[in-house]
């Protein structure tokens, strides 16, 4: 849990579809992961994203079959299940409330700044939250749905 590996601004106008979610894998993430944490691509990484079509299409499938990734399983409509959605943004919030940008590069620029003040300890607990909705969500069939409080 040593933070943030790649920080990617999707360019405005760009639509995300399978080839591109592909291309971020093979031409960012990968290359980030080697630079920043070599050591997971060595010992094995734990992927997860959750089921949206871009991520489960062959293309993508494929590749990370390829990179022999172990990949977690994601539970049908539980977006409450991703980190992101339930710890990083709302932090990264905290830090961008009442502010107002004048160019994309200025919004870049602020999330970078909100995301490398961001402790460790809330990456830990970030996980820890997600490990524990991922179990009440095995326990109950997949079924499980939680209200996110920011």
Known sequence: MNGVILRWPVPIGTTINAQ???????DK????????????????ILFHHDNAH????RAVTDVLAGYKWELLEHPRYSPDLAPCDFHLFPKMK????????????????????????????????AF????QRIEKSANNGGCY??????
């Open 94 to 125: 905290e830090h961008l409330r009442g502010q107002r940008f004048e160019t994309e590069e200025d919004i870049i620029q602020a999330t970078k700044v909100a995301i490398k003040n961001l402790d460790k300890c809330s990456y830990i607990t």
């Open 20 to 26: 591109y979610y592909k291309k971020v894998l093979q």
């Open 54 to 57: 871009v991520h489960t299409a």
């Open 145 to 150: 749905v939680e209200k996110i409080r920011y």
């Open 29 to 44: 993430l990968r290359p980030a992961i080697r630079k920043k944490r070599l050591v997971l691509l060595e010992s094995g």
């Open 128 to 131: 820890k939250d997600w490990l």
